[in-house]
């Protein structure tokens, strides 16, 4: 549900920034490496349980699981001798958890796994990657991961929501080309169309979306080849049209109007599902709808850094926003009580959300939006497996894959429950949640002895460069390099080099030339400045409260943009204009995501991503 522009400020560097990071964070990328422990998935029975078999509850049962599969269920299970005993008492089990809307790359199935999701249903990744994964998960690897079915390349026009990602896509011309762009999608791998109907007004904003004789067209080429065709929409409006063109479900709830009296008949009467995906409504509307998580007791000990500064972070509001997220809860318990099948889906890793963890929310969403605990529960299990035709999976009974969770408590009762994990299984294979956890123990240890270390030597002044001895050289840290999209793909360039001639009058300052290339769909081209002792290794410099530079240029737009190792990969980024007259500009650090300088990876100097030659001059270059 990425459709703002000014999301370009920040979360559309995702794809293209976590390649850049994926190149320079060597040695973060080891925090989730450990393979799975492969264990045998040999029998065991879970003993007095409260199974929530994926419909309804069973108040004292035992499961018995062999060969990955569910054998048998029931009270006093007679179980073959040397059977390994779980003992389930004061505790429930519920099928693993289905995630009908997320977007998949990294470690994301593996962050899933560790909270119970044990499948994903992707709304739009990169295909390619999607089926290395499913063809390593039909090799019997993946066991610490969650599985996937995926849409793999959505249905937009050019310039529409899903290109901003930095990932090249085709895009649909027109309704005549219906059938052969949803015939290469399934080609591809699609496991279900996923199509873009959405123009950013709801939002405040405007960008070019499907007309309706494309969107009736790309689902009939859908239906033609029994695909279920899921609709993206983000006003009411946007929601009418998908149903009345045939839609089998939506992707979203709105949140721009209140439910019209008619509007959950009308999709019921259509036979459509919702995803409601009232976490990333809620972020979108500009609360972090994860904040919650970070500070559980039982899930922040699995919540990585990065994970968690997703989690803290919510959508910008625009001017002429018609959004309420009171709305989107009044969709949900309408179309709830019309009937219509919701099925839980997060939209992770969106700002708010994060893979697996943010699951726990969209539970206590939907308990809040009127259904019953174990209506939501059905919403992540059952539901979601009958409506996308995963026979295997999605409740507890006998032949169908052991994907388990087992939680503390009561969840048919108190919806929050289901964070109390004590244990998870794939295909019966126990998920090694104890390592994860001691990774990220790891993690945070690093990260408190970086907040503990001592600011870099030569940074006490503040000033990185002012040029004036005619060459690069900075106070500290690694130096000035050049940065642009060329590592992902691109082929924007940039050279910087001394030129006579500075701020305040002074003799030298540092000029920055290049061009941005259209050739990779979200290009950079710039200087970047290593605070640390090599590039992308933290520097703290939590002493210091802005970053200060002069700059003039040739009137083009320019980002500041700053990473840091605990906001992960994405950088934070701020926009500055120059001009030819040199111009001062101070940029508080808290600006940048709320950073306290404590972890300073890179700071960036870099053109917009506007097509086309640029030059501008940097000079007296600090950090106050
Ligand atoms: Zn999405």
Known sequence: MIKSSAISSSFSYLFAMQVVAALCLVGSASLHAQSATQATSSAFVIRHARVFDGEHTLPNADVLVEDGRIKAVGANLKVPAATREVDGSGDTLLPGLIDSHTHVWDD??????????????????????????????????????????????????????????????????????????????????????????????????????????????????????????????????GARDAIEAGADGLAHTFEDSPPGADFAEMVKSRHAFVVATLTVNESVYGKASGASLVTDAELSPYIDAAAAANLNRAFPLHQGSKLN??????????????????????????????????????????????????????????????????????????GLRADLLLVKGDPTKSITDTRAIVSVWKTGVEDDRASFRAAIEKEKAAAARQQASPAPAGSESGLISDFEDGTTKTNFGAGWSISTDTIAGGKSAAEMKVANGGANASKHSLQITGTVSNAFAYPWAGVMFSPGPAPFAPANLSAKKSIHFWARGDGRSYRVMVFTASGGRIPATKNFSVTADWKEFTIPLLDFNGTDGHDLMAILFASSTDVGAFSFQIDDVGLN
């Open 325 to 398: 997220f009171a709305y989107a809860l009044a969709s949900v318990t309408a179309l709830h009580n019309a009937r219509v099948p919701v099925l839980a889906g997060t939209d992770a890793p969106n700002p708010g959300t994060a893979h697996g963890v943010s699951i726990h929310r969209e539970l206590e969403l939907l308990v809040q939006a009127g259904l019953t605990p174990e209506e939501a529960l059905a919403a992540a299990t059952s539901l979601p497996a009958r409506t996308f035709g995963l026979t295997d999976r999605g409740r507890i009974a006998p």
């Open 108 to 237: 994301a199935l593996k962050q899933a796994l560790i909270f119970g999701v044990t499948t994903e249903l992707d709304m739009f990744s990169d295909i390619k990657s999607d089926i290395e994964f499913r063809q390593e998960e039909a090799a019997g690897k993946n066991l610490d991961a969650a599985d996937l079915r995926t849409a793999g390349t959505l249905v937009t026009v050019e310039k529409g929501h899903g290109t901003e990602y930095g990932l090249k896509i085709p895009v649909l011309s027109s309704a005549a080309d219906a059938q052969s762009f949803v015939d290469a999608r399934i080609a591809e791998g699609s496991d279900y169309i996923k199509i873009i109907y959405d123009d950013g007004s709801a939002y405040g904003i405007s960008f070019p979306t499907l007309s309706k004789e494309e969107l009736a067209a790309v689902v009939a080429a859908a239906h033609k080849r029994r695909k279920l065709a899921v609709v993206h929409i983000g006003s009411q409006a």
